[in-house]
C-alpha cells in the first residue's frame, strides 16, 4: 500500500475481482482497520447497485468474511 502513500498501518481490503461475477469487477477498496465497518458499507452498497444483490444480514456476512486485513 506504500505505493498508494498510505498511512503505514493495519489496512482492510474488498477486491471485487475474488468474487464470482459475470461483470468480471476487478474494483478494490481499502480502509484503515478500524474503518472496516465503512468499508464493509461501502461493499455492501457496490454490490447492490452493481450486482443486483440485495442487502441481507447474509450477503453482509459473506462480504465481511472476503474483506482482507494487509500491514
Given at each position: 500500500?506504500t505505493q498508494?502513500?498510505?498511512?503505514?498501518?493495519?489496512?482492510?481490503?474488498?477486491?471485487?475481482?475474488?468474487?464470482?461475477?459475470?461483470?468480471?469487477?476487478?474494483?478494490?477498496?481499502?480502509?484503515?482497520?478500524?474503518?472496516?465497518?465503512?468499508?464493509?458499507d461501502?461493499?455492501?452498497?457496490?454490490?447492490?447497485?452493481?450486482?443486483?444483490?440485495?442487502?441481507?444480514?447474509?450477503?453482509?456476512?459473506?462480504?465481511?468474511?472476503m474483506?482482507?486485513?494487509?500491514?
Amino acid at each position: 500500500m506504500t505505493q498508494l502513500n498510505l498511512a503505514v498501518g493495519k489496512w482492510v481490503v474488498g477486491d471485487c475481482g475474488k468474487m464470482p461475477s459475470e461483470k468480471n469487477c476487478k474494483l478494490v477498496m481499502a480502509a484503515p482497520e478500524d474503518q472496516r465497518e465503512d468499508l464493509l458499507d461501502a461493499s455492501v452498497a457496490h454490490a447492490v447497485k452493481h450486482h443486483g444483490h440485495q442487502d441481507t444480514p447474509e450477503l453482509r456476512g459473506e462480504i465481511n468474511k472476503m474483506l482482507e486485513t494487509i500491514e
